[in-house]
């Protein structure tokens, strides 16, 4: 069992936890993730690993309250176990040797950005981050980006904390402005993925994007997290998660991800959880 040891609520649906899994913080590195069940007739979820502690032992989530296993993630507290965590899973991202790169991270997907681009920083690469919200109280992690980024841009989509306006916009200006990245690296949602890859294949810039698609095993036997990139069936578990942006189908990889929408509502309604929350 894996003892919560810290939960913070970083805004109103989106939960932080400090996780005791000595074996997992003992080989993570950022960009891999582990799969939870937070009790033994749970679902399996992917969560991407936020951050870790060899010395101490412990392993960081962060995740966005949507369904019923994450409902069931945070009714745990402090003092409490998950019953299953298992990890690290995936190929970690590639970081070495790169010495200016922009992190664009959307939502909650910043908070896999984080990871990269605090290891980018502690490999002495100039970091350059935009992070995208919908308003300033789905804000998260703005002190720990600023600690790892020689700039900073926060973007919402009302202007009520930072610059109005996308991410993409952002990253338009900073290549506008001369700066010369060796690679940008996004993490968000797909549509904002897919838009920000189109600006920097413009101007020739190599783009890493971090799938998360519907997953169950984690060991490619299923097959569920399957993606098309450069025309080749590749699997996010254990092909990834990082990909090149370039190569990537999104619009394929959207229209798999909605297919069970409908079904993850009904099961979200239905759980005990979330009437109790109502």
């Known amino acids: 069992m894996f003892r919560i ?52 032992g412990t392993v960081t989530i962060i995740f966005q309250i949507v369904g019923q296993a994450t409902m069931e993630l945070n009714a745990l507290n402090e003092g409490d176990c998950i019953c299953d965590f298992v990890g690290p899973l995936g190929v970690p991202s590639h970081v070495e040797g790169l010495k200016k790169v922009c992190v664009v991270g959307g939502g909650v997907g910043c908070a896999i950005a984080y990871p990269i681009a605090k290891k980018l920083h502690s490999l002495g690469c100039e970091v350059h981050s935009v992070v995208g919200f919908r308003n300033k109280d789905l ?31 952002a990253l338009k200006r900073l290549i506008l402005e001369g700066n010369k990245y060796d690679e940008v690296i996004t993490i968000g949602p797909l549509i904002m993925m897919k838009f920000v890859c189109a600006l920097t294949k413009e101007h020739g810039i190599k ?7 519907i997953m169950i095993d984690g060991t490619g036997m299923c097959g569920g997290c399957r993606l098309t990139v450069g025309g080749e069936t590749k699997f996010a578990c254990v092909d990834g998660p990082d990909f090149d942006g370039h ?28 009437r109790e929350v109502k």
């Open 5 to 56: 040891l810290e939960k913070t609520a970083l805004n109103p649906t989106v939960t932080k936890m400090v996780v005791e899994a000595p074996l997992i913080a003992a080989k993570a590195e950022p960009g891999q993730f582990i799969i939870f069940r937070a009790t033994e007739d749970g679902e399996r979820v992917p969560l991407t690993i936020a951050d870790f502690d060899r010395e101490k």
């Open 207 to 213: 783009t890493v994007v971090s799938m998360n698609p």
């Open 139 to 169: 804000l998260i992690l703005e002190d720990e980006f600023r600690a790892v980024s020689e700039k900073l841009v926060i973007m919402t989509d009302d202007g009520s904390y930072g610059e109005k306006g996308l991410v993409t916009d």
């Open 247 to 274: 190569l990537v189908d999104f619009d394929e990889a959207m229209s798999r991800g909605a297919m069970y929408r409908d079904f993850e509502a009904h099961a979200r309604e239905n759980c005990n959880l979330f």
